[in-house]
């Protein structure tokens, strides 16, 4: 799976929101790493690969948001998101979480989908 990734991942470990469909009730699950394009979620259990959905975290005060697409599951309750639409405003907003993270080190891969 790291074979495929085109942009330094970041380790997050924080709460987050997950809308499915965007604007119904959240799952509360945790934001493990995050990327410009995408991210990965621990307790994503109910998600579903294709599935299109909004993920919402806070950071500094601010909260982003973006619409999102699961990308892949594994069987341990992981998921990958992909960003579909972040708002410019949201997007310098990501663009500064990620610049005040600790790039995630290349490693062994998570469990393919």
């Not at 991942?9 to 934001?31: D, M």
């Not at 601010?62 to 410019?88: H, M, N």
Request: glycine share 8%.
């Amino acid at each position: 799976m790291i074979a495929h990734r085109q942009v330094p991942r970041y380790v997050a470990e924080l709460p987050c929101a997950v809308s499915q469909p965007p604007g119904a009730s959240p799952l509360h699950t945790k934001l493990v790493n995050l990327s410009i394009s995408g991210c990965c979620l621990e307790g994503a259990d109910a998600l579903q690969v294709k599935q299109e959905c909004e993920i919402a975290f806070e950071w500094g005060g601010r909260q982003f948001r973006a619409e999102a697409a699961v990308t892949w599951k594994s069987s341990r309750g992981e998921a990958g998101l992909k960003f579909l639409y972040i708002d410019p405003s949201h997007q310098d907003l990501l663009r500064s979480v990620c610049a005040n993270l600790r790039l995630q080190p290349i490693g062994r891969p998570l469990e393919s989908p």
